[in-house]
């Protein structure tokens, strides 16, 4: 069973010599060898890969045909001490006083099936059609070959008893290029993972479009596609091949060889049957297409694969909402931007162009916020005065956030007000009869509690009516303003770090669908891209501050002693953990193997992964009654916890299924 259901797979170029099967069966055995001592569980070859794809009319001749029928008999004979997944090689079959381009699949020395080849190309460099017949012209569905008689035909799926989510369908080089391929029939009828034994030869810019439709088909049959095409051996006459391999996988290239290699190569690559068995339980309409589908015959086998060094081949993001290009950065943070801009624009408009209101905080999210409206605003042609932009201080409001606010306002010119909400916090807390952190109220001006906060021992600052008081006294100041939006994100969200009816609650929040990690690298590129001179020192320092909530108590000297990742785990993890477990669904389990494989692997302990984790788990479940609550907000990527399309769950799940057992 491949470990965390990830399946290594191979594209697979040997040194080849034109109408040399002997030779062939030799070099496909020597990457067979490498390919097993990878731990590959699925080898896939060239197109005619025992004879090559160019021996023109020698295919007629029976010499050649025995030729390639003997060199399979040997190459089965020795992988079976050899390569212990399953292989795909190419070579002519007779039936019937007819030749067949085909593939043969194998595990070990057994012969599982023969697929041909369904399309023929014959036009320009190509004569497929003087040499074979299509797998259409077929009369039988079963075939004698090397000693073994197995299924022959079009229709074939080969399924892993042992791994049920790796079903393999196999087409053939210009199968791919036609308008329904057959592995899109393949797929529909349950193939997780597509092979392509293909003989592409090369001209100007051809590798480019053939790598468009490997991704392009991969994406649409939400599969796993590897593509294995005939290398520099094959050339002859007037066609060059480069071996160009490809991996691909839900519609992303996760692997390509480089072209031209003189000798022989193989490209390896961990494929996720997960990931791909999630997307196709999510896409509802993928198998619509169902209806009217010819029956596919499977043939089972068992899948013994050898051990695994490295465990994992495969680039883990440890920011995956985060690009590491700096120029698709730039092109994400300006579309997320647009976007924003876009969804508050059509919200105002069908309200009549209101006035109105955000509170900044000097922090990530409200900065975010209100550059999206005076955006949004300038967009619409309205005056940056219609945006009351309000900061409200309270007792654990730093002089660093409260600084940057009011210059980042002052800069955008908005409309800017300032609010210190502790006096009302003072007298909602003496009606409700609260003695914070032991304080009574009685006799306490707002400046004598402030310098009694600021003595508390720093263990001794933790009250929650304290933070919610605050909290609540903002939201209710901007609700009693003006056409409130919203700041939170959606990290904040999924971990329920947001105070009910408070800061959880606005008429429509931007920022609903934005996790933190990239709030941080969009204002960061505001800052980089719009502004200049205060305004972008402002932008950055905010973007370098701490996170906080800063509803808890300062330092006597004014700093934040509240940080939020002290609670909820450094965001890096918490978003990590979210886009595994939102969007493709995986297991606490897996979630950890593939932490144990990103870039930030060595800056946390397993023991720290485990801990931020159970912390992420349990908080997601608890806090699910914030989120069956949410404003409206625009969708920005693939990942949005919206009760009114993204993710419905009972607000009173259980989490222990997710927290026990590891």
Known sequence: MPTHNFLRVAAACPELRVADPAFNAERTLALLCEADAAGCDLAVFPEMGLTGYTCGDLFHHSTLLKAAEAALDTLLAAAGHCFHGVAVIGLPVAIDGMVFNCAAVFTGSKLLGVVPKTYLPNYKEFYDGRYYHPAAHATVNAVSLAGQTVPFGTDLLFRAENASDFVLGVEICEDLWMPVPPSSLQA?????????????????????????????????????????????????????FGGHCLVAENGSLLAESQRF?????????????????????????????RAGQRPFRTVPFALATSERTPALIREVDAHPFVPSDPATLKERCEEIFATQVSGLAKRLDHIGRP?????????????????????????????????????????????????????????????????????????EMRALGHKPFGIDLADHTVEALTIALHALPHDNRHDLVFENVQARVRTNLLMNTAFVIGTGDVSELALGWCTYNAD????????????????????????????AGVARRTLLDIAATEISPELLPTSAAGEALQATEASTGPYELVDFFLYHFLRWGESPEKILFLAGHAKFRAEYT??????????????????QFKRSGLPDGPKVGSVSVSPRGDWRMPSDASARAWLGGW
Request: hydrophobic share 40%.
């Open 355 to 427: 006035k109105v209101s955000i509170g900044v905080s000097g922090g990530l999210d409200s900065t975010l916020a209100l550059l999206v409206v005076a955006k949004t605003f300038a967009e619409l042609g309205e005056s940056p005065s219609k945006i009351q932009a309000i900061t409200m201080p309270g007792f654990g409001t730093t002089t660093r956030t409260k600084g940057n606010a009011q210059t980042l306002m002052a800069a955008l010119g908005v409309t800017a007000k300032e609010i210190d909400i502790r006096p009302l916090c003072l007298i």
């Open 188 to 240: 529909m009828a349950g193939a997780t993972i597509l092979a392509n034994l293909s003989a592409s030869n090369e001209i100007i810019g051809k590798s480019g479009y053939r790598r468009q439709l490997v991704i392009g088909q991969s994406g649409r049959c939400i599969a796993g596609y590897v593509y294995s095409s005939a290398g520099t051996g094959e050339s002859t006459t007037d066609v060059v």
């Open 261 to 289: 290699q003189r000798r022989g190569h193989i490209t390896i690559h961990d494929l996720d049957l997960g990931r791909i068995q999630r997307d196709r339980l999510t896409t509802g309409s993928f198998h619509d297409a």
């Open 606 to 623: 397993p023991e720290e992964l485990r801990k931020w984790l159970r912390v992420f788990l349990t908080r997601f479940f608890q806090n």
């Open 504 to 531: 959880h609650m606005s008429m429509y929040n931007p920022n609903v669908s934005i996790p933190k990690t990239l709030v941080k690298f969009l204002v960061q590129w505001a800052a980089e891209n719009e502004f």
